[in-house]
Each structure stands twice: as C-alpha cells, then as structure tokens.
C-alpha cells in the first residue's frame, strides 16, 4: 500500500467516525426537541453504557446484567426501565434498578443521582470508589465526585465528564464519549 492510499483510507476512516458521532449525538438532539427531559437522560444513560468498560471484578459472573441504577428520579427510572427492556451492550443484558438513599450498591455499574442534595450524603460518598459510572444533573456535578454531569446547552441537554472520578472508579471511557462531552475536566 502506497502512503498515499494509506493516508487516503486514515482519512476516510476518521470521516466514518466523524459520521457516527454525529449521529449519535444528532439522536440524542432530536430526543430532546421531540421528548420529555426523562425521556432524553434515560436515552443518554443507555447510550452511555456501550463506551464505558468495567473491570471483570465489577460482574460477579460472565451473565450478570449490567445495571443502571436511579436515585431521586422516579420519572426517568420509568423511561429508563422502557428504554432498556430486551437490550444488551458489552454482550451482557441492560437492567434497569430503583434505589433508595441507603440502599446496597452491590450489582449497580451506572449510577444516576436526580436529587442534587444526594451527592452530598456519606451513602453516595462511599459509592465514589466503586467501579461504578456516577451520572448527575446538577451544577458543579464534578466536583463532588460524578464522573459524568448532564448539563443544558442551548435548550439541549449534554453532559460533561471528570477523568479524575472516571480513573478512581477504575473505569475506561471511550474516547469516542469524551469526543462528544460539552467540558471534560482532566486534573487529578
């Protein structure tokens, strides 16, 4: 292959990535000029799943279901049960779980806190250093331990991501992901 040809297909293939994350993101838009707010966090808590990879102690077993956890957002619990209902990512089934201050995060890999006053509590503290995906959806999410935020941008809703809680939840997240994040804060 000439290096010409080769810098030709390097250019093609960073077009079709290009492409497709356009689309994705242009979903996740559209969700939100069409739908509800708990329709478009629920889309994008699915979404979030495929480029995020747990360690393998994080599932007890090869057929343990990946489990979004929500807290303090019954409306988006219930969009997200519907979103999810026959899905699989990372061939693993997608599952969908209520939980309540103080219950056990044993079996949750995302986790989806919809009361801001929550990620204050000593409950939430301790789930920090779990391999779990904390999302929130409140100003300044980042800086108490999430590793994701939904934030609004121009009556559209995104998000932002913290590497830092990313890297001490021993999570790897796409770049893919990141690529598509309105702010990623870097500093340990």
């Given at each position: 292959?000439?290096?010409?040809?080769?810098?030709?297909?390097?250019?093609?293939?960073?077009?079709?990535?290009?492409?497709?994350?356009?689309?994705?993101?242009?979903?996740?838009?559209?969700?939100?000029?069409?739908?509800?707010?708990?329709?478009?966090?629920?889309?994008?808590?699915?979404?979030?799943?495929?480029?995020?990879?747990?360690?393998?102690?994080?599932?007890?077993?090869?057929?343990?279901?990946?489990?979004?956890?929500?807290?303090?957002?019954?409306?988006?619990?219930?969009?997200?049960?519907?979103?999810?209902?026959?899905?699989?990512?990372h061939a693993r089934p997608l599952a969908a779980?209520?939980?309540?201050?103080?219950?056990a995060f044993d079996g949750v890999h995302v986790?989806?806190?919809?009361?801001?006053?929550?990620?204050?509590?000593?409950?939430?503290?301790?789930?920090?250093?779990?391999?779990?995906?904390?999302?929130?959806?409140?100003?300044?999410?980042?800086?108490?331990?999430?590793?994701?935020?939904f934030v609004p941008v121009q009556d559209r809703?995104?998000?932002?991501?913290?590497?830092?809680?990313?890297?001490?939840?021993?999570?790897?997240?796409?770049?893919?992901?990141?690529?598509?994040?309105?702010?990623?804060?870097?500093?340990?």
């Amino acid at each position: 292959m000439t290096r010409a040809s080769s810098s030709l297909a390097s250019r093609r293939c960073r077009g079709l990535l290009l492409a497709c994350l356009w689309l994705l993101a242009g979903t996740v838009a559209a969700q939100a000029l069409s739908g509800g707010a708990e329709e478009v966090k629920a889309a994008y808590l699915y979404k979030f799943v495929g480029y995020v990879d747990w360690p393998d102690s994080a599932f007890v077993g090869p057929d343990m279901p990946i489990v979004i956890g929500v807290v303090g957002a019954d409306p988006v619990y219930a969009e997200l049960v519907r979103v999810v209902a026959g899905r699989s990512s990372h061939a693993r089934p997608l599952a969908a779980r209520r939980l309540a201050p103080g219950d056990a995060f044993d079996g949750v890999h995302v986790l989806y806190v919809g009361e801001p006053g929550l990620m204050r509590t000593q409950w939430l503290q301790a789930a920090r250093d779990r391999p779990m995906l904390i999302v929130t959806d409140m100003p300044q999410g980042l800086d108490v331990g999430s590793a994701l935020n939904f934030v609004p941008v121009q009556d559209r809703l995104r998000f932002e991501a913290s590497l830092r809680a990313v890297d001490r939840a021993g999570l790897k997240v796409s770049s893919r992901l990141l690529a598509l994040a309105q702010r990623v804060v870097n500093a340990p």
